[in-house]
């Protein structure tokens, strides 16, 4: 009986989660570039493959919003017949690296670049997809669009079609931020599926001139990469972009297992069998020239919340995206181009911490700089760039952290000596300051000088140390009489 209460509730929740799916894979497809129908296959991989194996038992995997602007520059500079062989070296570099036990590793990364990361990501979808939100194409990466929103603004105010797919657009976000509220609807459609039907409808009654999705086979979109992309591997650009995919997909997957197992009280997800999972599932994408895998939270808090008990539900989620698209798929070519973008802007701001922000400056305010630095490299510079700019910061900050020392002065006046002692940790990194404090002290007194307090000194501070020591000794040798 109990193990009958666990399949429905499974079956349940797939439901839930295919819903859910449906206009996140098509939009994120949209977004980045690709025909809609490669969003598709990556869920269907997602939940057929990676869904069967160990690792998280209750996230689901499919393409994610954080990896379209990267997806979108890749393909715009080396063609979509490419997408293929980056995702696939992607996978492999995943696997390689969960057989290695690199998982857990990806916990050691700081929360503040991976906000950082999230945030930038987060704004250059959203000011990426308001060209889409009006049927206008984006001027290319993040500081040219922004640039080119006043000029987007006159052109929408000035087009009847424009200022249609903008109401459509529009219409989905307000959907989708107030469908929730209504509890007994919300349980019955998803938000995203809610806001994309009611705009598909709205769009097909009124018989608006706006865009709509472009749609071919299944199989058609398939595009199986040869040797000429191989090739492509050899080029310093392309590595650097299979990096940015496996770290960005990785760190995105991983920190999604570990919110996602404080939703549930099952089993706790295994981060170095859930990143070979991750990396079977991106090579097979990469082997059908899909788009590339993640854990995605919003699908994955879905499942949880809709009462799913083990991974059957997220492979049978994987079973009805393959139902939907081998079955219906001129469905999607009634769908708005605006809808989705609207979805993708809602997407994109909720991945973006601004309510952390405030209090993030006032506790710990060298968190918050991390994090607005690397949002915004990546908006200026791009993902991987980005990315790596946060990194270094996060170092950068925790070693001038760690070698926080400070002096603690003494002075009780008269000839008695004055007491100096050094707390925290001595390294080359602060002793020009150090030496300066040492040297502002009174001279001709004797200094009596404390390292007990210290809990790291190392060589270029212990010879420096020894070396002031000796001169004020000497100082204070001359200062005596004959």
Not at 335 to 349: E, K, N, S, T
Request: charged share 15%.
């Amino acid at each position: 009986m109990k193990r009958l209460t666990s399949y429905r509730a499974d079956l349940s929740a797939s439901f839930v989660v295919f819903l859910v799916a449906v206009p996140l894979c098509v939009g994120v497809a949209v977004a980045s570039g690709v025909p809609a129908e490669l969003g598709l296959i990556t869920g269907i991989v997602g939940g057929l493959l990676t869904g069967l194996m160990p690792g998280s038992s209750l996230q689901v995997s499919g393409p994610a919003a954080g990896l379209t602007v990267l997806v979108l520059e890749a393909v715009t500079r080396y063609g979509v017949e490419a997408l293929g062989i980056l995702v696939l070296a992607s996978g492999l570099l995943q696997l390689v690296m969960g057989a290695l036990r690199l998982g857990r590793w990806f916990r050691a990364i700081s929360v503040a670049v991976v906000q950082g990361m999230l945030a930038g990501i987060g704004l250059v979808i959203v000011v990426g997809q308001v060209y889409a939100l009006a049927d206008a194409k984006a001027p290319g990466n993040g500081p040219a669009n922004i640039g080119g929103l006043p000029a987007l603004v006159v052109r929408t105010a000035g087009s009847a079609s424009a200022l249609c797919a903008v109401a459509v657009g529009v219409g989905t976000i307000l959907v989708l931020v107030f469908w929730p509220r209504w509890r007994r609807g919300a349980r019955a459609l998803p938000a995203p599926l809610a806001g994309v039907l009611l705009a598909t409808a709205a769009v097909w009654a009124l018989d608006l001139p706006v865009a709509r999705i472009r749609v071919s086979g299944l199989l058609d979109a398939v595009r199986l990469p040869g040797l000429e992309e191989a090739g492509l591997l050899t080029h310093p650009g392309i590595l650097g972009t299979v990096v940015a995919f496996t770290l960005i997909a990785s760190a995105e997957s991983l920190f999604s297992a570990a919110a996602v197992d404080r939703l549930h009280d099952g089993p706790r997800t295994d981060y170095d069998k859930e990143l070979i999972a991750q990396g079977a599932g991106n090579t097979v994408c990469g082997l059908l020239g899909a788009l590339p895998m993640t854990a995605v939270i919003v699908r994955s808090a879905a499942n949880v919340r809709a009462g799913a008990r083990t991974k059957a539900s997220r492979v049978l989620h994987g079973a009805w995206l393959l139902v939907f698209a081998a079955a219906f798929p001129t469905v999607l070519a009634l769908v708005p181009v605006a809808a989705l973008a609207g979805v993708l802007v809602y997407a994109g701001c909720t991945l973006m911490p601004v309510r952390e922000i405030a209090p993030l400056w006032r506790e710990h305010r060298g968190e918050a700089v991390v994090l607005l630095v690397t949002g915004g490299a990546i908006v200026v510079v791009g993902m991987f760039e980005g990315v790596l700019v946060g990194l270094l910061m996060a170092v950068a900050k925790a070693v001038w952290e760690t070698s926080h020392v400070h002096l603690e002065v003494d002075d009780a006046g008269g000839s008695r000596p004055i007491r100096v002692r050094v707390v925290g940790n001595a390294t080359f990194l602060r002793l020009p300051r150090m030496l300066d404090q040492l040297d502002a002290l009174p001279p001709g007194r004797a200094v009596d000088l404390d390292l007990t307090g210290l809990r790291y000194l190392d060589h270029a501070c212990q010879t420096a140390l020894a070396s002031w020591a000796e001169q004020r000794r000497r100082g204070l040798s001359d200062l005596l009489p004959a």
